[in-house]
C-alpha cells in the first residue's frame, strides 16, 4: 500500500492537530481523507482551511462513503472504544487517543475485537518516543539495576487554570469524560511508569475531588503501589501546583535512577546493595558506585512520531511503538485507584473488580453535570508544547 487514505474522527484540539499534520504531508504513508465531528462549526471552520477534505457528521456516514482506510480516533474519551469498535468492523487500522477508554471493561473487549480483526490497532502514547524514558526502560528491564525496591513519580507540571476546564464542556465531569487528572493528563506517565517498572499487584490511592478548581471529578491524586516482588511506588499528581515537579526516582538492588529537568542521572553500585548490608565490617558507609548523567539521544517525536510508526506498521510491517492494547495497563491502574478512593482508600488487587467499577461510575455518571453543547474555543490546528514531555 502506497498511500495509507486516513480519517481522524474527533476534530477539537487534539484531532484537529493530528488531521493537519497529516493534511500537510508531515507524515510518510498517510494522506487525509477524511474528517467527522459532530460539530458544525468545526467541520466548516476545517473546511476553509482544507476544502478538498470531506467532513461528515457521524461515523455511520463516514463509513458509508468507505473513502479511508484507516482512522484516527480523538472523541471525548468515553467514545473512544465505541468509534474504534466500528472502525475496526469496517475492516479499517485505527489508532485512538488515549486512553482506550474510561472502562478497562469497555477496552478489555475492543482489544479482543482489535486482535480478531487482523488490522494494526495502535495507542496515542507520544511520551513513549521520548529518548531518556525508553533509556530508563532498557536499563531497568535489563537487569541492570537489579531486583526493584522502590520508585516515586511526583508528576505536579500538569497544571490548569480554571479556563482551562471551562474550555469545553465535556472536560472534569463523570459523564462527559470519565474522570480527571488520572484519566485525562497522567495516561501518559501511567504508562511510562509501568512500561518501565512493571505492572503493580495492588494499589491503594486517593483522589481529591476538586481540590484546586470548580469540576467534579479529582484534581489531585495519590497513588501507593504494591508489586508482587515486594517492591513498591509512589506515583504523585496533580494540576493544581504551580510551578510543578516532573521527577521519576527508580532505586534498585544494584543502584538508582532518576530522571528530572531533561537528565537522566545513574548511581551504578559496583556491588549489589544486599552485599554491601550483610558483609560489610563497618555500621556506616559510602557507597562505591560510577555516576553518569545521560542526556537525551535524538529528539522526541511525540505525536508525529506515533503517526509515522502507524503508518509504517500498515504500509511496512512495522512494530508499534504504542500498540493498543498496552492501554489497559495504564488504565487498569488509573480505575484501580478510583475504586480504591470509591470503597474507602481499600487496597485494590489486580486484575480489578471492573464489574464493581462499572456500577461506581455509572452512580456518578447519573449525577454528573455534563451538557452536551458547542464548545467556546476553536481549535487551531497546532500541536501544544504541553501534549509533550515537559520537565
Not at 474522570?179 to 485525562?184: D, F, I, S
Request: hydrophobic share 40%; glycine share 8%.
Amino acid at each position: 500500500m502506497d498511500r495509507v487514505r486516513t480519517a481522524v474522527i474527533g476534530i477539537g484540539n487534539m484531532g484537529t492537530a493530528h488531521a493537519v499534520c497529516i493534511a500537510e504531508g508531515n507524515v510518510d504513508g498517510l494522506t487525509l481523507a477524511a474528517v467527522c465531528d459532530t460539530d458544525e462549526r468545526r467541520l466548516a471552520d476545517f473546511a476553509q482551511r482544507y476544502p478538498q477534505v470531506p467532513g461528515y457528521r457521524s461515523i455511520e456516514a463516514l463509513l458509508e462513503a468507505r473513502c479511508a482506510d484507516a482512522a484516527v480516533i480523538a472523541a471525548p474519551h468515553p467514545l473512544h472504544s465505541e468509534l474504534a469498535e466500528k472502525a475496526l468492523a469496517a475492516g479499517m487500522h485505527a489508532l485512538v487517543e488515549k486512553p482506550l477508554d474510561v472502562r478497562l471493561s469497555r477496552a478489555q473487549a475492543l482489544c479482543r475485537q482489535a486482535e480478531a480483526s487482523g488490522r494494526v490497532f495502535a495507542l496515542m502514547l507520544n511520551q513513549r518516543t521520548n529518548p531518556l524514558f525508553a533509556r530508563a526502560r532498557e536499563i531497568v528491564r535489563g537487569g541492570e539495576l537489579g531486583r526493584l525496591k522502590r520508585s516515586v513519580w511526583i508528576i505536579t507540571n500538569w497544571y490548569r487554570t480554571q479556563h482551562y476546564y471551562d474550555s469545553g464542556t465535556w472536560r472534569a465531569t463523570w459523564a462527559g469524560e470519565g474522570g480527571g487528572v488520572l484519566l485525562n493528563q497522567a495516561p501518559h506517565n501511567l504508562d511510562l511508569w509501568q512500561w518501565i517498572c512493571g505492572m503493580p499487584a495492588c494499589v491503594t490511592a486517593y483522589c481529591d475531588v476538586a481540590k484546586y478548581h470548580h469540576i467534579e471529578v479529582e484534581d489531585d491524586a495519590t497513588i501507593y503501589a504494591r508489586y508482587a516482588d515486594g517492591a513498591t511506588g509512589v506515583f504523585i499528581t496533580s494540576t493544581g501546583e504551580l510551578p510543578g515537579t516532573n521527577r521519576l526516582e527508580i532505586s534498585g538492588e544494584r543502584g538508582k535512577l532518576v530522571l528530572e529537568s531533561g537528565l537522566l542521572k545513574w548511581w551504578r553500585l559496583r556491588r549489589d546493595e544486599s552485599e554491601v548490608r550483610f558483609g560489610s565490617n563497618e555500621s556506616f558507609v559510602a557507597p562505591e558506585c560510577d555516576y553518569m548523567e545521560l542526556k537525551a539521544e535524538g529528539t522526541e517525536t511525540a505525536h508525529r512520531g506515533i503517526l509515522q510508526n502507524f503508518a509504517d506498521a500498515i504500509r511496512k510491517g512495522e512494530p508499534l511503538i504504542s500498540p493498543g492494547e498496552d492501554g489497559l495497563c495504564e488504565l487498569a491502574i488509573s480505575n484501580a485507584a478510583y475504586l480504591s478512593e470509591w470503597t474507602g482508600n481499600r487496597a485494590v488487587s489486580l486484575p480489578m473488580d471492573t464489574a464493581l467499577f462499572d456500577r461506581l461510575l455509572d452512580e456518578r455518571a447519573r449525577t454528573s453535570s455534563y451538557i452536551k453543547r458547542e464548545a467556546a474555543r476553536r481549535p487551531d490546528g497546532a500541536y501544544s508544547r504541553r501534549w509533550q514531555v515537559n520537565w
